[in-house]
C-alpha cells in the first residue's frame, strides 16, 4: 500500500479548498470545501480566505438574489452553505439521520401535543405563502400561539427547516447577524418533492469530500456526514477510491485518485490563511492531528468540537486570531511576523476595515472561559 506525506496531503487539501490560490467565485468556493458553514459570520469569513476581491455583496447576490447558494441542514445537522444543485442531497442527510426527530418529542415534553404542532405548521407554512418573514413576525401573525417555553417556535421552525419545509433566507441587520427571514423552500428554489436515499446522498456528496479533505478515513467521512461507519462504508462501496497509507497518522486512508495524482506537486511553502470559526477546512475530519498539534488542542477546540478562528500555515494551525473593532489580534504557537499575515490579512478587507494588527498571548483552554469562548477566543 502506497504511503504518502502528510506534509504534500496539507498542501493538497489548501489548493483544493482554494486557501492557497483564491478561487474567482462564491460558487466554485463552496462546491470546493464540500460545502460551507452557513451561519453568520462564519460564511462570509470563509468566502473571503478562498475568493478573489471577495465582497459582502457577492455572497448576498448568490444567497438571495440569483439563489445559487442555499442554507440548509446539512451534514450532522448542522447548517451549511450548498450550490441548489445539492439542496435535495444535503436535506437528504438531515432527515434521514434524525436530524429534526428529536426537535417534535421535544415540542411535546413542552406542551405542544401533535395535533396543535400540525396545526401551528400548516399555519406558518400560510404566513410564508405571503413571503419571507423573521420569527418574531411569525409569532405576531399566528392566531392562539403561546409560548409553551421559551425557545418553542425556534425549535418548531428548525423541525421544518430540517423536513425541507421552510428555509433560512436573507439577514436582517448587517452580515454579522442571526436575524434570519423564513421562506417556503419551495417557493425560494425548484426542488424535488422527494428527497433521495441517505446511501445516494453520500455517494452524490462523497467525491466533493474527498476532492476537498482527501485522503481521508472512513471515521473521518462518517464524522463529516454524521451517519454511521457502517452506513458510510455502503454509500463508498462503489466508488472507485484508493486505499494509502500517511505518514505520522494512523489508519487507512481513502483518496480519489485525480487527488493522488496531485500530490506529486511540490507544496508550497509559507502560505498562510485566517480561517473563523466553524470553517469546512477544520470541520472535515474527526481526527484532527493532522493539523493541529495535540498540546493546543484545548486552545483550538472546545468540549463541544467547535473550532475557533485559527492561523493556518502550510495546512497546519499555528496560532489563533479575533477583529475588535478596527484591529486584528493574533496569538501564535509558533513565530509568525507581523508582514507574514499582510497577505491574508488583505483577503478579509472586503468584510472587515483593519488598520493594526497586534500580537497577543495564547490564551488559557477554551473550557476555562465560558461556554462561546470559541467565537471570540482573544476576547
Not at 100 to 123: D, K, N
Not at 333 to 359: D, M
Amino acid at each position: 500500500m502506497e504511503t504518502v506525506r502528510l506534509r504534500a496531503v496539507l498542501s493538497r487539501c489548501v489548493r483544493a479548498h482554494g486557501l492557497g490560490e483564491p478561487v474567482a467565485g462564491v460558487e466554485e468556493a463552496t462546491l470546493r470545501a464540500s460545502g460551507v458553514y452557513g451561519a453568520t459570520p462564519t460564511c462570509y469569513l470563509s468566502m473571503a480566505a478562498r475568493v478573489t476581491g471577495f465582497a459582502i455583496r457577492a455572497l448576498d447576490d448568490a444567497l438571495y438574489e440569483r439563489r445559487t447558494l442555499v442554507r440548509i441542514p446539512a451534514m450532522r445537522h448542522s447548517g451549511y452553505m450548498m450550490t441548489v444543485g445539492l439542496v435535495p442531497h444535503g436535506l437528504a442527510l438531515a432527515a434521514s439521520t434524525g436530524g429534526g426527530r428529536w426537535l417534535l418529542p421535544a415540542l411535546q415534553r413542552g406542551g405542544l401535543t401533535e395535533a396543535s404542532t400540525g396545526t401551528f405548521v400548516v399555519a406558518i407554512e400560510a404566513l410564508l405563502r405571503g413571503g419571507p418573514r423573521t420569527a418574531a413576525d411569525i409569532r405576531k401573525g399566528l392566531k392562539g400561539w403561546r409560548e409553551p417555553f421559551p425557545g418553542a417556535l425556534g425549535l418548531l421552525l428548525r423541525s421544518m427547516s430540517h423536513s425541507g419545509r421552510i428555509v433560512a433566507t436573507r439577514v436582517r441587520g448587517g452580515w454579522r447577524s442571526q436575524l434570519y427571514e423564513y421562506a417556503l423552500l419551495r417557493d425560494w428554489v425548484a426542488a424535488p418533492q422527494t428527497l433521495p436515499t441517505l446511501v445516494a446522498a453520500l455517494r452524490k456528496l462523497a467525491p466533493l469530500y474527498f476532492d476537498a479533505n482527501g485522503p481521508a478515513t472512513l471515521a473521518d467521512f462518517a464524522w463529516w456526514a454524521g451517519v454511521p461507519e457502517t452506513t458510510a462504508k455502503e454509500a463508498l462501496a462503489k466508488l472507485e477510491l484508493e486505499s494509502v497509507l500517511i505518514d505520522k497518522l494512523k489508519g487507512i486512508h481513502l483518496a480519489t485518485r485525480e487527488s493522488l495524482d496531485d500530490l506529486a506537486s511540490e507544496p508550497e511553502a509559507g502560505s498562510l490563511a485566517l480561517l473563523p470559526v466553524w470553517d469546512a477546512y477544520l470541520m472535515a475530519h474527526t481526527e484532527r492531528r493532522r493539523y493541529l498539534d495535540p498540546k493546543w488542542r484545548d486552545r483550538v477546540v472546545d468540549r463541544s468540537g467547535n473550532v475557533t478562528n485559527v492561523v493556518l500555515r502550510d495546512g497546519r494551525v499555528v496560532g489563533l486570531w479575533d477583529v475588535h473593532d478596527d484591529t486584528l489580534r493574533f496569538a501564535p504557537f509558533e513565530p509568525i511576523k507581523v508582514r507574514e499575515l499582510h497577505g491574508a490579512v488583505e483577503r478579509l478587507r472586503g468584510v472587515f476595515e483593519i488598520r493594526n494588527l497586534v500580537e497577543a498571548r495564547v490564551p488559557g483552554p477554551l473550557s476555562d472561559r465560558g461556554q462561546n469562548a470559541f467565537m471570540a477566543p482573544l476576547r
